[in-house]
């Protein structure tokens, strides 16, 4: 199984829809959780942090299931600016230094 | 947010030259900066770790004595892929944390190699 997992995607949603990307992880004493979007022939940027009571930021919202080890993304009325690749990622060992990357889903938002 | 830049941005090199590359923290102080290398279509897979003043930690599978790193000071690490093969063409990107004890990370722009 791998260490991140994510929905293959691609996405292809029109502007104003709400779309949601899951992720998976296997290590359980992983202890941070992040969502990061990458543009094309760029580096991954972070979008949010992910809390175990869930967290909002604006239109977009992470959710964190310790006891099913899942991760989840909610964007709400989709922008065309927030067509990217969504990456899940993961410190896969409370204390440790190593992120560990899913390998992303891409979003389309269509006009 | 903190600002972690990448020299260069794109680089072509024959089969065999060693290239660096180099990661510079901007507006702050990094004890601690990463290496990491994206294939296309692929995850961002950690390389190595750069600690200021000490040995570099390497992942599994990456030959140390391909990918140099030097973290000589708190604001510059860099990465020379020595004797370059055409498999080694990648996008590096390198990232820094802020603080430490905190797992955020934010990254470089990226360098494009590709090896002729």
């Known amino acids: 199984r791998k260490e991140v997992e994510q929905d293959p995607g691609p996405f292809n949603v029109p502007e104003g829809a709400t779309v949601a990307f899951n992720c998976t992880y296997s290590?359980?004493?992983?202890?941070?959780f992040f969502w990061y979007r990458q543009d094309c022939r760029k580096e991954p940027k972070l979008l949010m942090s992910?809390?175990?009571s869930g967290n909002e930021d604006g239109r977009f919202t992470a959710q964190l299931n310790r006891a099913s080890q899942y991760i989840s993304l909610l964007i709400r009325d989709s922008k065309l600016s927030d067509s990217a690749t969504y990456l899940c990622v993961v410190n896969v060992q409370g204390g440790s230094e190593k992120l560990v990357f899913g390998k992303g889903t891409k979003l389309t938002v269509n006009p | 947010g903190a600002v972690v830049s990448q020299h260069p941005s794109w680089v072509i090199c024959k089969s065999g030259t060693s290239v660096k590359i180099e990661c510079r923290s901007l507006d702050f102080q990094a004890t601690t900066m990463f290496w990491y290398r994206q294939f296309p279509k692929q995850s961002l897979m950690l390389m190595a770790t750069s600690n200021e003043g000490s040995k570099a930690t390497y992942e599994q599978g990456v030959e140390k004595d391909k990918f140099l790193i030097n973290h000589a000071s708190l604001t510059l690490s860099t990465l020379t892929v020595t004797s370059a093969h055409p498999e080694d063409s990648s996008f590096y990107i390198c990232s820094a944390r802020v603080l430490a004890g905190v797992d955020e990370q934010y990254f470089g722009p990226g360098t494009r190699l590709t090896v002729t």
């Open positions: 290590n359980s004493a992983s202890q941070s």
């Open positions: 992910v809390y175990s």
